[in-house]
């Protein structure tokens, strides 16, 4: 590692910018889990719940599923903005000083 890799680690402002990166990031991961976790619970535990019918011949589990799609698609977008925004602007912030 270059002196200045190991100049950039050791600042402080680098340390909270990855810890506050990997606490963002840890608490979207577990949110999606959590929110698959259940869609699959429900499937197993209540097979009859999750095939009954709502709008037509669309299951409460299709658009669950369509539901577990949407938020990590959304959750994907919000990582994206924060990173490109201010995660990007923390990081020039340490490179500059």
């Known amino acids: 590692m270059?002196?200045?890799h190991e100049k950039i680690l050791a600042k402080p402002?680098?340390?909270?910018?990855?810890?506050?990166?990997?606490?963002f990031s840890?608490?979207?991961t577990a949110l999606i889990c959590t929110v698959y976790v259940a869609y699959i619970g429900f499937a197993i535990l209540?097979?009859?719940a999750f095939a009954?019918?709502?709008l037509g011949s669309?299951?409460?589990?299709?658009?669950?599923?369509?539901?577990?799609l949407a938020l990590s698609f959304l959750l994907t977008g919000?990582?994206?903005y924060r990173a490109n925004?201010?995660?990007d602007r923390m990081l020039k912030s340490v490179l500059r000083n």
């Open 2 to 4: 270059t002196p200045m």
């Open 13 to 23: 402002e680098f340390k909270a910018l990855v810890a506050r990166r990997n606490r």
């Open 26 to 28: 840890l608490t979207l």
């Open 46 to 48: 209540a097979p009859a």
């Open 52 to 54: 009954a019918p709502l």
């Open 58 to 68: 669309w299951s409460i589990g299709l658009i669950a599923g369509f539901g577990v």
């Open 78 to 80: 919000l990582y994206s």
């Open 85 to 87: 925004g201010e995660f």
